[in-house]
């Protein structure tokens, strides 16, 4: 009976690993993403979401609010939060880029996580995706003298003033005040939702280029499979040792 036991217990666990599949095309657990990629039936609205025309983790209706207001109609962060100066055209269209490429990538699987802190909008979250240095760069570049109240744009805010300058948590300061560099500012500007990559090969576009962003994730998925499966094995070995020897006593009693 015992040595049923054990082959029950192997072929459950094995079937419980993580195949690439499992890493690949899905969509983050949110209030704005499908449950699954999907064609929508006609092109993304606007220039920042159309990359993922063919296979996107948001709906048309999405891309059309973030066209329209960016952050706001998603997530009631507002662009203009300082006085000192409104946010420029440059600097702006980084964020809409970013909005588009969070919601509407299903290339993001690899980095997807459970989300322990959010209690509305999302179930997950994603962490650590490795985002492309010349990215980073000529976001914070352009980003440099525009104004923010805010050095943590993923947890800090007053949500009960959503939508309005009262939702500011610090002062007012410019994004190359609050940030030493494109590395700090891509980092911790999301709560390390993005890693700063220098590897071209490793890293993840805000728009992407072909299938770079495809290739990416698969490299990653790879890896991560092959990690889980090692772990599954290794669980098994420790198992069967330790059930034998406890079928041993037994026989021997």
């Known amino acids: 009976m015992w040595i049923l036991h054990i082959i029950f217990f192997v072929s459950v666990t094995s079937a419980c690993g993580n195949n690439v599949e499992s890493f690949l095309n899905k969509c983050i657990s949110s209030k704005y993403h499908k449950a699954t990629p999907s064609y929508e039936g006609r092109p993304l609205n606007g220039k920042h979401c159309q990359y993922w025309n063919n296979n996107s983790c948001c709906t ?5 609010k973030i066209e329209q207001d960016g952050h706001l109609s998603l997530h009631g962060i507002i662009w203009d939060q300082c006085p000192q100066k409104n946010m420029s055209e440059k600097c702006k269209q ?74 500011c948590p610090k002062n007012c300061k410019k994004f190359g005040v609050y940030f030493k560099s494109s590395k700090d500012f891509c980092e911790k500007l999301f709560n390390y939702s993005f890693k700063y990559e220098k590897n071209k ?26 990690e889980n499966n090692a772990l599954v094995l290794k669980t098994n070995i420790i198992h069967i040792i330790i ?11």
């Not at 048309?60 to 059309?64: A, M, V």
């Not at 962003?213 to 998925?221: H, S």
């Open 94 to 167: 980084h964020f809409m880029q970013d909005t588009c490429f969070y919601e509407c990538s299903p290339n993001l699987g690899p980095w997807i996580k459970v989300d322990t802190k959010s209690k509305k909008t999302r179930k997950e979250r994603v962490l650590n995706v490795p985002l492309c240095a010349s990215d980073c760069d000529k976001w914070y570049d352009d980003c440099f003298d525009d104004y923010t109240c805010n050095d943590n744009w993923e947890t800090d805010w007053n949500w009960s003033m959503k939508g309005t300058i009262k939702m």
């Open 201 to 226: 090969d490793k890293c993840m576009r805000l728009a992407p280029e072909g299938d770079h962003n495809n290739l990416v994730a698969l490299k990653v998925a790879e890896r991560l499979a092959k």
């Open 60 to 64: 048309w209706n999405t891309t059309s």
């Open 243 to 253: 059930t034998s020897v406890f079928a041993c006593m037994l026989i021997k009693s």
